[in-house]
């Protein structure tokens, strides 16, 4: 079945570093792509999305490509900030029915 | 426009019983979710509702029972509590399927001793 794969965390990181986080999908089909974010003792928000190949989404200085060849959608931020600091989760959705989330990556970011 | 709400935010329940969690939208979505979030699990899918008067399983559903009451309101209910079910769920919302993403709920975090 369809499922996501993510990088084990936590991430720790300075502020103003550069961040990384993997992510990469099993799918039959065309599935659209998310990454959503998880601030402390808060519900989960969608922080971008891309719906077809070669797709970049874009939100708050955070980006992620949707690369079907290598069937990866990995978030990059330039420059991070304390805040942050959240969990985050990348999913799939396929045929319009659920979401198919990763296990989560915890980033750290210290000032 | 409150978005997803949920009730209660914390519940601590003894194993046997049983109680209802809450959920309701103000956006007139069709499609309404419900996950438990376990760490180093992520979120799975208990119950889904595609529209109302209609409900289908997801990964997880054993152990719940949902109603869609009608298309604010989307209830799960655990009959006979289980300490495997402690658990953050939380609650989803969508105007149809996910395709776009969903709007979730703020959780409800429950404990079962």
């Known amino acids: 079945g369809d499922s996501v794969t993510q990088m084990e965390g936590p991430v720790t990181l300075s502020e103003e570093a550069f961040l990384t986080i993997n992510c990469t999908y099993t799918a039959t089909g065309y599935p659209s792509l998310f990454w959503y974010v998880q601030y402390p003792g808060e519900g989960l928000q969608l922080l971008l999305k891309?719906?077809?190949?070669?797709d970049k989404g874009s939100n708050k200085g955070f980006e992620a490509t949707y690369r079907k060849e290598t069937t990866s959608f990995h978030l990059e931020k330039g420059s991070v900030q304390v805040s942050d600091s959240a969990v985050y989760f990348c999913a799939l959705n396929q045929a319009g029915t659920a979401l198919i989330f990763g296990k989560g990556t915890t980033l750290s970011v210290s000032s | 426009n409150a978005g997803v709400t949920q009730t209660p935010k914390f519940q601590v329940l003894k194993t046997g019983q049983s109680m209802t969690l809450q959920c309701a939208q103000d956006?007139?979505?069709?499609?309404m979710y419900w996950y438990r979030q376990d760490p180093g699990m992520g979120l799975r899918l208990i119950y889904y509702s595609a529209s109302e008067g209609t409900t289908d399983k997801g990964e997880v559903p054993n152990g719940y029972n949902v109603s869609r009451l009608n298309k604010r309101e989307f209830s799960l209910r655990l009959e006979s509590a289980a300490p495997s079910q402690t658990s953050v769920y939380f609650c989803?919302?969508?105007?149809?399927?996910?395709?776009?993403?969903?709007?979730f709920g703020p959780g409800t975090r429950l404990t079962v001793l």
């Open positions: 956006m007139n979505h069709n499609s």
């Open positions: 989803a919302s969508s105007l149809r399927g996910l395709a776009g993403g969903g709007f």
């Open positions: 891309a719906t077809k190949a070669d």
